[in-house]
């Protein structure tokens, strides 16, 4: 059978009880793997070895256009409607639904509230629907950063993420190291110390 040319589709998904749900534009199947890595621009899929991420089991799916690629349909105001959690730097947010304790994604920068028109963007008869997005701040902003846990990607077969690991297209980084050492170069074979598969 020969592959699929990659290309953007619209891929939903949800916390456990569907209190949380949004949309993430994804290029399928994943183009990028370790012999044709992404740029820092381009969507990534990973894993990391830190503490938080370790202990969530956080299978993070940053999309290519922080702004367009990614619109939270419920609810509207995360802030306010969804729990969250800081650490480090406290520059991003971890939003877990309060009802179920799913979280589906980690918002650093601004957040903003706009009427989308889903018809074409998602292929559905949603029409426009108001929805909440990064503010983007232009080329120099590298406050914005967005990410969804791609175990919250509802089931579709062209994002395995066992087929992604096997096949050596998510990246792992090492963010363990110590300030004063030399950050590890990216893996796509295996995680690095202290991180998951």
Known sequence: ???????KQACPGSCHCGFT????LL??????????????????IYRCNC????????FHVHPANLREDF???SPLDPDQDLSTYQCYDKKRKFYFCPKCGVRCLTFGGVGETEVVDL?????????????WRAKWGGESDTTTYVSVNGTTIDYRE??????????????YFDDRTEPEEKKKEVRWDRPHYGGSY
């Open 1 to 7: 059978m020969a592959e699929t040319a990659p290309k």
């Open 21 to 24: 749900q949004y949309i993430i």
């Open 27 to 44: 290029t399928l199947p994943q183009p990028f793997s370790s012999s044709n890595p992404p740029q820092p621009t381009q969507q990534q």
């Open 51 to 58: 503490t938080t991420c370790y202990k969530l089991n956080l």
């Open 71 to 73: 619109m939270l349909l």
């Open 119 to 131: 018809t074409e963007l998602a292929g559905t008869k949603d029409g426009k629907r108001e929805v």
């Open 158 to 171: 062209d994002f395995d993420l066992r087929a992604l690991t096997e096949e050596k297209r998510v990246q």
